[in-house]
């Protein structure tokens, strides 16, 4: 590494003061302490591709709702658990027009960003019924979702999508499911980190099969709308965000305002729960919390215990945003559309200097340009490609931190600038010239 631009004794010096034992495998969280580090000791800058931070300015609309609801004194004030019914009002109304599904006021719960929605919801699926004490996460997917598994001490089991697209993956999740153990099925879609699409057709298998073990499944889109392929940007028009829901009412899903809005800063998500599985009974989880339905389960006893509601202002700031969408005045597809941009340039420099794209296809086509990629380097582990790039100036996670069975790295393309690719085109470029000796 001796054309590498980095001090090396430096970075390594860096990785020993926080006691990372192998960086290969660092969380995303120590990758980014490791890199301000390195960083706050030097006048150099990494190309930061670890963390999926949105890196646009937030929605206006979003930031003027907040400031009025402010200025009229709402932060002196409890907000009610399950949230404020101009929000709860506006994300029913979002789902129509965007997911086309129906679903009441009543099952739109604002969370301290999907993080908690999601931690709310897999304790209290993994109470729903002793016999079934396991979720399954369709990966790859969010590395931080198991992690709040483990901090509950919940079961989970798992299994890499990528040689299971189409029908095959009705059989694949048949022989999982016929264990009668799964209480709940997780995924993302659009895919953190690989941006497959999952289509109609492998959605109506999930949702099938859902009816038939009587499982739930909670989709986590955080991506709402940004398949850049399809436009999914026009309120109450087809082509809508394919949905689960449109295949089974067993479903929760989590809407996120940090990267269609750029909200992230103010912690503020939607978990939506269908009409049906809000007011259904469950004896063993009644029995756990001592509560009623599943929906009041989540809302009196676990976001009541866990935060006590939802910062009041940003609700209303959500409940801005959502408006000025369903009202047509405001395209949070076109707001996001620089990172497909950035997608499609990033790619072709890394492909230049001698990588490869991991998940290159989706189905039949092309994966999708979008806040993601994956990247691999040929004779390399994932784990020894994050541990070297880390020397040339460009940080990023190994793709089995993902739960993905490939070897690579997960690029985020949201940190990267576009003055910045000079400088990506150069490093990698530099790595390249090293390592492919």
């Known amino acids: 590494m001796n054309n590498s631009p980095l001090d090396k004794s430096l970075v390594e010096k860096k990785i020993q003061e926080l006691r990372i034992p192998d960086v290969g495998k660092a969380s995303i969280r120590e990758i980014?302490?490791?890199?301000?580090?390195?960083?706050e000791a030097t006048d150099f800058k990494y190309i930061r591709m670890e963390m999926g931070v949105p890196g646009l300015p937030p929605a206006k609309?979003?930031?003027?709702?907040?400031?009025?609801?402010?200025?009229?004194?709402?932060?002196?004030v409890?907000?009610?658990?399950?949230?404020?019914?101009?929000?709860?009002?506006?994300?029913?109304?979002?789902?129509?027009?965007?997911l086309n599904i129906d679903l009441s006021a009543a099952g739109c719960i604002p969370t301290t960003g999907s993080m908690q929605g999601t931690y709310a919801a897999f304790m209290a699926a993994g109470h729903v019924d002793k016999k079934k004490d396991t979720l399954?996460?369709?990966?790859?997917?969010?590395?931080?979702?198991?992690?709040?598994m483990m901090v509950l001490g919940l079961k989970y089991d798992t299994f890499d999508v990528f040689n299971f697209r189409g029908e095959k993956l009705r059989a694949k999740l048949e022989s999982i499911l016929s264990g009668g153990n799964i209480n709940s099925i997780?995924?993302?879609?659009?895919?953190n980190p690989s941006w497959i699409c999952f289509n109609d057709e492998e959605l109506k298998i999930i949702g099938e099969l859902a009816n038939k073990y009587d499982v739930i499944v909670m989709e986590d889109l955080a991506?709402?709308?940004?398949?850049?392929?399809?436009?999914?940007?026009k309120p109450g028009e087809a082509p809508y965000q394919p949905s689960v829901a449109n295949y089974t009412d067993n479903y929760v899903l989590f809407i996120s305002s940090s990267k269609i809005f750029s909200y992230a800063g103010q912690r503020i998500g939607i978990m939506a729960i269908s009409d049906k599985l809000f007011q259904r009974d469950y004896p063993d989880l009644q029995e756990r919390f001592k509560g009623t339905t599943f929906g009041a389960t989540i809302t009196l006893r676990l976001l009541y215990s866990l935060s006590s509601g939802t910062s009041h202002s940003a609700q209303y700031a959500l409940a801005g945003m959502l408006k000025a969408v369903n009202e047509g005045s405001y395209n949070?597809?076109?707001?996001?559309?620089?990172?497909g941009e950035r997608a499609k340039k990033m790619k072709a420099l890394f492909l230049k200097n001698g990588f490869d794209i991991v998940y290159k296809k989706d189905l039949d086509v092309p994966i999708a340009d979008g806040f993601y990629f994956t990247i691999g380097y040929p004779g390399m582990t994932g784990n020894e490609l994050v541990a070297?790039?880390?020397?040339?100036g460009v940080s990023a996670i190994a793709l089995d931190n993902t739960g993905s069975d490939e070897e690579g790295i997960r690029a985020c393309v949201s940190f990267v600038q576009h003055n910045q690719f000079a400088a990506l085109d150069e490093r990698l470029r530099l790595f390249h010239e090293n390592f492919r000796k």
């Open 32 to 39: 980014v302490a490791l890199v301000n580090a390195v960083e």
């Open 61 to 76: 609309v979003g930031v003027e709702a907040e400031k009025e609801a402010l200025d009229k004194g709402v932060a002196a």
């Open 78 to 98: 409890y907000p009610m658990v399950d949230g404020i019914k101009p929000l709860k009002a506006e994300a029913s109304k979002f789902i129509k027009n965007f």
């Open 136 to 148: 399954l996460f369709i990966d790859p997917g969010f590395p931080v979702q198991k992690q709040q």
């Open 186 to 191: 997780v995924y993302s879609n659009p895919n």
């Open 223 to 233: 991506y709402f709308g940004m398949d850049f392929r399809t436009d999914f940007s």
């Open 332 to 339: 949070f597809v076109e707001g996001v559309k620089d990172y």
């Open 388 to 392: 070297n790039l880390l020397f040339y």
